[in-house]
């Protein structure tokens, strides 16, 4: 059972936070003293300790002994250092889950030997509890593992598993998909002001409306084509709409993106910090 495990969070920045809160409300996955994080910023972890009551520590190997889980939750920058001061103490019996964007699980168990490692990619959305994370298994993981890591990303959201092949392709959907939909959000709200709108009721306007059609999508399962045809009247106002953002090539434009946002991922996970390929 989850709540009887003890956790360690390594990282305590954005992310670390949102999993702490997850965990702790309003289900109450894991109560907080089996909850510990660790920071190189003192600042940081009192905030998280005064907001939490979890235990916290400035030395990562401190927390990092007694747990059941390891979660690093460090830039991925910063990873190989971390993994090199905490190998000495994770061994078979933990579970070790990471949240750095583009750090192989090849690399981590380079590091830490024959870990069971479950290699996560959350989403900003984690911040109210409506993250879409895809989790990928190492060699050494088992079912129970990935059960265990499903647990732990359910409590901010939702949860697939996939192919670690598919990791940049999770980063250039639904990792980054956020931030399209930020952008669409905008640019519906600027058109909002173009027709009248102050930009407060613009952007109310447009933000629900784009939260009511996801909720729909996802409480009904319907085809989301099914769901545009319930709104789309023959002659009228959504067909006229769909039919300008489709000659500006919407569809082909966000497939694009995605693609190129895809191969961006994987560029960075190669260390090629200049972008390469603007064939798209
Ligand atoms: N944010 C997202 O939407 C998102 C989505 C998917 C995946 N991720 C992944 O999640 C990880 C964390 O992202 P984040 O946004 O939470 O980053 P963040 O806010 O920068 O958190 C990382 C934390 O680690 C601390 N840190 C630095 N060196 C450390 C060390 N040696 N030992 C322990 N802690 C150390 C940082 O402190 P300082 O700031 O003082 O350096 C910071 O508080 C990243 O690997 C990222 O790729 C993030």
Do not use: C, W
């Not at 999993?19 to 996955?29: F, M, S």
């Amino acid at each position: 059972m989850l709540r009887e495990k003890y956790i360690t969070i390594v990282g305590a920045g954005n992310m670390a936070e949102a999993l702490i809160r997850g965990l702790l409300h309003p289900a109450g996955v894991v109560p907080p003293e089996h909850i510990a994080a660790s920071d190189v910023s003192k600042e940081r972890l009192d905030v998280l300790t005064q907001r939490y009551a979890i235990r916290t520590s400035r030395d990562n190997t401190e927390v990092v002994k007694p747990a059941e889980i390891v979660i690093l939750a460090v830039k991925p920058q910063i990873i190989q250092t971390v993994l090199q001061e905490i190998s000495e103490h994770v061994d078979e019996k933990k579970l070790v889950i990471s949240i750095a964007a583009g750090v192989k699980i090849d690399l981590i168990q380079e590091i830490l030997r024959p870990t069971r490692v479950v290699r996560v990619m959350p989403n900003i959305a984690a911040l109210v509890h409506a993250a879409m994370t895809a989790m990928s298994p190492g060699k050494y993981a088992t079912e129970e593992d990935i059960r265990v890591a499903g647990e732990i990303f359910n409590a901010v959201g939702e949860t697939v598993v996939v192919e670690e092949k598919l990791m940049d392709a999770v980063t250039g959907l639904s990792g980054s998909g956020p931030a399209y939909v930020f952008h669409v959000i905008n640019a519906l709200a600027d058109a909002g002001v173009r027709v009248g709108f102050s930009r407060e009721i613009a952007l109310k306007l447009a933000a629900q409306s784009v939260y009511g059609a996801a909720k729909m999508a996802i409480e009904t399962q319907e085809h989301p084509m099914k769901l545009r045809d319930m709104v789309t009247s023959p002659g009228g106002t959504a067909i006229t709409g769909i039919h300008i953002l489709e000659r500006h090539g919407l569809t082909a434009a966000i497939m694009n993106a995605v693609e190129a946002a895809t191969r961006r991922s994987q560029e960075l996970g190669e260390g090629k910090t200049i972008f390469h390929d603007l064939s798209i």
